[in-house]
């Protein structure tokens, strides 16, 4: 019979490794404090792109992983997963475009001071020149997380898997001894669950607004201000900070300056605000941490946290890996 395996951690890297191990008749189990929404993965703008997570050589070949699984998801209709023109600027110079992005068909845009037609998002709705000095451009996978962390949880439960909330481990030897193997996907909760000190919150805030006209692509500029605006199905994520903080209390005046970065550089009027989400990006500063290692108990432990901001993009790739870490387990 196949092994019996706890999964703590409800968010998008638990909910993908179960999947995996469900799928392959493991008997699978999550325990999560928190599940989907109430996650970080729940107020991630979750766009495929590799950012503020380590080591840089793994990360690419996980992210190349991810992005072929969820290029085949995008074909399903209900998984909220969809292809975006990603649109990536900088405010400082000229872009590089990472070597990986080459072959996926990434190209530079060509920036005029006038409002020029490439980095025309639509007809009507045209970035403000003066913001921008370069850009490149890329089809990439969007995640949509009001839909998907739901497609993800009921596609683990179909494979048989169960999911249980309101969980909370003071140590991953408190889960249950019936399970053989435990698998630690507890975000930034590693930080507690296992005493991780390299671990740090990198806090981020966006602010939900409803969809904006002829906003098609996704805009994004990693240089200060942080920024982006990412048309959802049913509304559209603008973005946002990023600072070492584990305060997860919304800050009205980080809304007010992302909404209005995000409107000067669309030349639009500033939308109302839906929603505002906060979350704490698990970055490790010695990189994602996916290891086997030993309980206590003697039962096999395997740690997939530590994703940063790149949990999404990273999420099939490091639950392949794990799922390769597992076999031969005794
Ligand atoms: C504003 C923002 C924007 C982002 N944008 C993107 C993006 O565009 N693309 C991208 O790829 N990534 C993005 N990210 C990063 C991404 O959200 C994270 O990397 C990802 O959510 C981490 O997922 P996770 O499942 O590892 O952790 P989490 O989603 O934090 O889930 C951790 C789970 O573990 C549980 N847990 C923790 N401790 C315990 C405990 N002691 N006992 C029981 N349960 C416990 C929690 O309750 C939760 O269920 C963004 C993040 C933020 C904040």
Redesign the pocket.
Known sequence: MKQRVAI????????TCGIVFAECDFRSAI?????GQ????????????P???EPVDKVIAWALQTYQVLLDLSHDPNSGVSMIELRQFSRTGKIQIPDWAIPLGAHALVLSSEYASPARTEASLTICPSVFKSGFTLNVPLMDTTIYLDYLAKRFVAAGGSIHGN????RLEDVGREFDLVFD??????K??VADVDLEP?????AIVPKIDNLSCAIVCDDAPLMYA?PRTNDCVF???NEVSGNCAVDPTSTSRIVAECSRVLNIDKPRVLDE??????FRKSGVRLDRGRLRDGRTVLH??G?????????WGCANEVFQLAQNVR
């Open positions: 703590v951690g409800a968010g998008v890297s638990g909910l325990f999560a404090q928190d599940i109430r996650t970080t993965s729940g107020a991630a703008a979750a766009l495929w792109f950012y503020d997570a969980m909370r481990f003071e996907c507890s975000g930034i909760g590693a507690t669950l990198h806090r981020g805030q966006v990412i973005g946002g900070t989400r906060v979350g704490l990006r698990p997939n946290y994703h940063g901001g790149s949990g999404f993009t990273l999420s």
